[in-house]
T-cell receptor, first 112, second 110 residues
Framework: EPEVTQTPSHQVTQMGQEVILRCVPI?????FYWYRQILGQKVEFLVS????????KSEIFDDQFSVERPDGSNFTLKIRSTKLEDSAMYFC??????????FGPGTRLTVL | RKEVEQDPGPFNVPEGATVAFNCTYS??????FFWYRQDCRKEPKLLMS???SGNEDGRFTAQLNRASQYISLLIRDSKLSDSATYLC???????????FGAGTRLFVKA
């Protein structure tokens, strides 16, 4: 069964450093998403991406964040200068023609 | 008012019980509705889509009332493996912005 994969599973970084989180969506999907979930809190929408551009973003997704689909398979989330409050689980999701999104296992980001 | 609100929980039920979760949403531009389940420290997994006509998948029944902006999930004959957090998810028209409820925790006990 096709699935969304994410790497790394856990990323530890120092405050102020740049991090890139990677995702490989399901191969025939065209819509891609990033979410975050701070420990003990709800899943929060960050951004959606379609046709090589951002289609929607939340208030959380400020200038420190960027997304890219550098090739035909990867979808990345970059945080330019990490803050302590960026520590969270980051989930990537993809969907096909309907609205059913399938999530990757997540990357746990720890900012020290 | 929160965009998506769910029963706070937790729900503690014995095996075999029937349990119902409710969810309300505030934005009438909402287009698509889903229930996901999330196990501790895992990714959300799609449980089922929710349609106005109601839909059933085995022991699970979901219902949407657009007039009341209300979504429900009914679980019959609860199993220990049903223990998880159940997330109500609303997608706005266009299919891009996705709002999750805070989730309702379910504990099924033997």
């Amino acid at each position: 069964e096709p699935e969304v994969t994410q790497t790394p599973s856990h990323q530890v970084t120092q405050m102020g450093q740049e991090v890139i989180l990677r995702c490989v969506p399901i191969s025939n999907h065209l819509y891609f998403y990033w979410y975050r979930q701070i420990l003990g809190q709800k899943v929060e929408f960050l951004v959606s991406f379609y046709n090589n551009e951002i289609s929607e973003k939340s208030e959380i997704f400020d200038d420190q964040f960027s997304v890219e689909r550098p090739d035909g398979s990867n979808f990345t989330l970059k945080i330019r200068s990490t803050k302590l409050e960026d520590s969270a689980m980051y989930f990537c999701a993809s969907r096909g023609g309907d609205n059913e999104q399938f999530f990757g296992p997540g990357t746990r980001l720890t900012v020290l | 008012r929160k965009e998506v609100e769910q029963d706070p929980g937790p729900f503690n039920v014995p095996e075999g019980a029937t349990v119902a979760f409710n969810c309300t949403y505030s934005n009438s531009a909402s287009q698509s509705f889903f229930w996901y389940r999330q196990d501790c420290r895992k990714e959300p997994k799609l449980l089922m889509s929710v349609y106005s006509s109601g839909n059933e998948d085995g022991r699970f029944t979901a219902q949407l009332n657009r007039a009341s902006q209300y979504i429900s999930l009914l679980i019959r004959d609860s199993k220990l493996s049903d223990s998880a957090t159940y997330l109500c998810v609303v997608i706005y028209t266009g299919g891009f912005k996705t709002i999750f409820g805070a989730g309702t925790r379910l504990f099924v006990k033997a």
